[in-house]
């Protein structure tokens, strides 16, 4: 045996800290794919309650979810209400939903 250690990772093997050949290039297609799927998932609420918000959110439409995680400590949600703005409300208001990818780009469209 060598002096030197080598490692498989997800069936892909390494050398060191270097991947080898085709393992670069998979690694890089599955990066690529990986952050494209983050990118396209977005998320979604339905308002349940306008309580004191009758003018900026509508009961039983679908806001899409702006990313806040400072804010969602907090647990409030990120929406773009019905002034066109993005305004923080509290996740009470509202039911966080997963549709399909097909129905996300219909909202969307």
Not at 38 to 67: G, Q, T, W
Not at 77 to 98: K, T
């Amino acid at each position: 045996m060598s002096g030197s250690l080598m490692v498989r990772l997800d069936g892909l093997s390494y050398t060191g800290m270097k991947p080898m050949g085709l393992a670069v290039k998979i690694l890089r297609l599955n990066v690529t794919w990986n952050e494209t799927m983050v990118m396209r998932k977005r998320r979604f609420a339905i308002c349940v309650d306008n309580a004191d918000y009758e003018a900026s959110l509508i009961l039983r439409k679908i806001y899409e979810i702006i990313p806040d995680e400072a804010a969602a400590e907090d647990g409030f949600l990120r929406v773009v209400d019905e002034s066109g703005e993005d305004y923080l409300y509290h996740q009470s208001h509202f039911i966080v939903v997963e549709f399909p990818i097909e129905v996300e780009h219909a909202l969307l469209g």
